[in-house]
């Protein structure tokens, strides 16, 4: 097992997938864990995240010095270069420039982290403003840029090494070489994170703690509570009990081909509980952002808990089961702290008064693992690789208020957009797509007459987390067959816009 001990942003959870890709366990730990707490861990390496932050400032995240005198194997990256070299007698700059992107760097051939390589030049991602200027004692430079001189130091006795760019990134085509030649050359790393051998431990697990009880599940229509069910109506069978809210803010045929897919596994008890009515009357008339997101949220829980309670006098369900993931409770845990809001995120929350006990069995995992886990249960690829879906649904991709109408339009024609993608293959390379209603009219002309409709955006992004995206670049071809099928299939729409902005600085979704 390897720690990431986590300095600040989503660097971490980038390290530690990639350690798991190349079958190592790794955990993320708060920058400030106790050195206690990691000898009880007993890791074969210690890997320090980058961070937005600058050693040099006040208040900047530390770690515990005695962690580098463990003997337990170091890779610094980034910040963890940074840190390494400042806590250690080295000195840090502020950076002339900022290196930002591709650079060209010249490796020291020979080093343990770079054994195997055979040109000195290599190609790698740098995101930094500030550069280590002074060697701490003991160590040697092992790669430089032109703007960098120490890119890169190691202390082989003392097992520590740092390096300025980012192995974690797929830019950096020598980083999956660099991270594997720590885990398994410098740190002796066993391969312990087989996903096929852990599901069955996990079916074992799952039922020796849920034993002759019964457990309730909140199916969303998302990957991950669809996974978590499959998972556990394979570990406890009919005493599992699903409840799918159709809040009427979901995709064209999600209820269907969710419930099908369930339904083919054997579910028996599947309660499809149809809230449409309540949704939308709750919704009538309210334009506004929050407003809306607080609404379903609230209004989601009470149908949830009365479903649950219904199922409460029929059985003894003692476990309530959640799609809750790996990265969802490291960034409750760590970040919220100092996040600003930008906005109320819909999760399902416990009911405290009904005095269920948690079940997450999905909590260890990535998005990635979950898909693969869910493709080892069985389940069908185009459910599996959907691409992610707020909880709040359709409702926070109509600009505005939210009307019986307007739901029918932009369910079509995220429909036919969805359909295209497929049909194209392009669906496959791209994080999240989907289409938003803009409750604008304009003109247009259709046959000889005269129009005035709705516009339809169209936004499609590339990310790894969602956290910063990118606009797909999408073939124009592609995007006028969706266009002229939209604006020709589903009445009250006579435009369709893309959008080319970037998160930051808009977000993903429109509300
Ligand atoms: P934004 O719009 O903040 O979205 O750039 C980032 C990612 O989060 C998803 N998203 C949500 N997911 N509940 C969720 O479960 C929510 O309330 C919610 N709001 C946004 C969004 O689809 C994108 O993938």
């Not at 963890?80 to 007698?89: E, K, P, Y």
């Not at 259709?446 to 987390?465: C, F, K, P, Q, W």
Request: aromatic share 8%; charged share 25%; glycine share 10%.
């Amino acid at each position: 097992m390897v720690i990431v001990l986590n300095f600040g942003g989503q660097f971490a959870h980038l390290i530690a997938r990639r350690v798991r890709d190349l079958g190592v366990r790794s955990e993320i730990l708060p920058c400030d864990a106790s050195l206690a707490h990691i000898k009880t861990l007993d890791p074969s390496g210690i890997i320090l995240s980058g961070s937005p932050a600058s050693v040099l400032e006040k208040g900047s995240p530390r770690m515990e010095r005695g962690i580098f005198s463990l003997g337990i194997p170091i890779l610094g990256i980034c910040y963890g270069h940074q840190l390494m070299a400042h806590m250690l007698g080295g000195r840090v700059s502020p950076g002339k420039k900022k290196e930002y992107g591709r650079e060209d760097l010249k490796i020291i051939l020979g080093n343990e982290l770079f054994h195997g390589f055979t040109g000195a030049k290599q190609s790698v991602w740098f995101s930094h403003g500030d550069q280590v200027i002074k060697l701490p004692g003991g160590f040697a430079k092992i790669a430089s840029t032109a703007g960098c001189p120490i890119a890169g130091m190691a202390n082989a006795k003392r097992r520590l090494f740092a390096i300025q760019f980012h192995p974690e990134l797929t830019h950096t085509a020598i980083g999956e070489k660099v991270l594997s030649n720590f885990l398994f050359r410098i740190c002796r790393a066993e391969k312990d994170w087989k996903l096929g051998a852990m599901l069955r431990k996990l079916e074992i697990s799952l039922k020796r703690e849920v034993g002759k009880n019964h457990v309730m599940i909140g199916i969303s229509g998302g990957v991950d509570s669809l996974v978590a069910a499959t998972l556990l109506h394979r570990a406890v069978g009919s005493r599992l009990h699903a409840a799918f809210v159709d809040t009427g803010l979901l995709r064209k045929n999600e209820v269907e081909d969710v419930t099908l897919s369930l339904k083919k596994q054997g579910f028996k008890n599947l309660h499809v509980v149809s809230a449409k009515n309540i949704f939308l009357r709750r919704l009538a008339g309210v334009a506004d952002p929050e407003k809306k997101r607080k609404i379903i949220g609230h209004t989601f829980v009470e149908v949830f808990q009365r479903t649950v309670k219904q199922e409460l006098k029929r059985y003894p369900v003692t476990f309530l089961a959640q799609g809750t993931i790996y990265p969802d409770r490291i960034e409750s845990a760590a970040t919220s702290k100092y996040a600003a809001k930008i906005k109320s995120h819909h999760n399902l929350t416990l009911p405290k008064s009904l005095r269920l006990s948690i079940l997450e069995p999905l909590k260890e995992f990535y998005k990635d693992e979950v898909r693969k886990i869910g493709t080892l249960l069985g389940l069908p690829k185009e459910l599996v690789w959907r691409h992610p879906f707020p909880g709040p649904g359709l409702a926070i991709r109509i600009v505005g208020e939210i009307t019986a109408e307007r739901l029918r339009i932009l369910r079509e024609a995220d429909a036919i957009f969805t359909e295209e993608l497929r049909a194209s293959g392009e669906y496959g390379k791209i994080w999240q797509a989907f289409a938003v209603l803009l409750p604008l009219r304009t003109v247009g002309v259709m046959g000889d007459a005269r129009t005035y409709e709705y516009m339809i955006a169209l936004r499609a992004v590339d990310s790894v987390d969602g956290m910063s995206a990118d606009w797909h670049k999408m073939p124009p071809e592609l995007l006028e067959r969706i266009s002229t099928r939209i604006v020709g299939e589903v009445r009250g729409v006579n435009r369709v816009l893309y959008d080319v902005t970037q998160k930051p600085p808009a977000t993903i979704e429109y509300e």
